[in-house]
């Protein structure tokens, strides 16, 4: 089986032979690639499926959100970005150690995390588990884009072939 770079570099290359403007479908495919890889991450993202709320930022939905304000799908010379900037985005990507601690202004009203502003409350956190596995958002992600490109690619060939 022949690795993601060799097959879009045939697949470049049977578009310069049958004279396609290459760095149009280059951009074209990247920008659909990213859009759709974008919306993978975002969907991938807590709180997803109906899962349980787990925290304060969860419920706002910010992490989710940033995917979609912090990527760059514009492709300029074929280059797009994936991004997230939310400080915690990689601990909930690739999973994080649980140490227990106290962690102050957040206390559970009815079942739900809530933040406390005022400084009441407060939970011990980390008591039940010691890793947090990830949701490996990027990594479904980039395979998106990968399938998305080849089969975009494929279409194009087609296209110029015919």
Known sequence: MATFGADIQRRLAE???AQADVPRIINKVAEAATIAAVDTATE???????????????????LAQRWQLDSVTRAVHGKTELNNTMQYASYVDQGHRM?????????????????KPAGDGGL???????????????????????????????????????
């Open 15 to 17: 578009l310069k032979k």
């Open 44 to 62: 991938a993202t807590p709180p997803n499926g109906g899962a349980a709320i787990a925290g304060v930022n969860a419920r706002a939905d910010d």
């Open 99 to 115: 140490d227990r601690h106290f962690t102050s202004h957040l206390a559970v009203e009815g079942g739900q995390l809530v933040g």
């Open 124 to 162: 011990m956190v980390g008591v039940h588990t010691g890793y947090v596995p990830g949701r490996y958002m990027v990594d479904k992600a980039k395979e998106k884009y990968k399938s998305e490109v080849k089969r975009m690619l494929a279409i194009e060939v087609r296209r110029a072939l015919s």
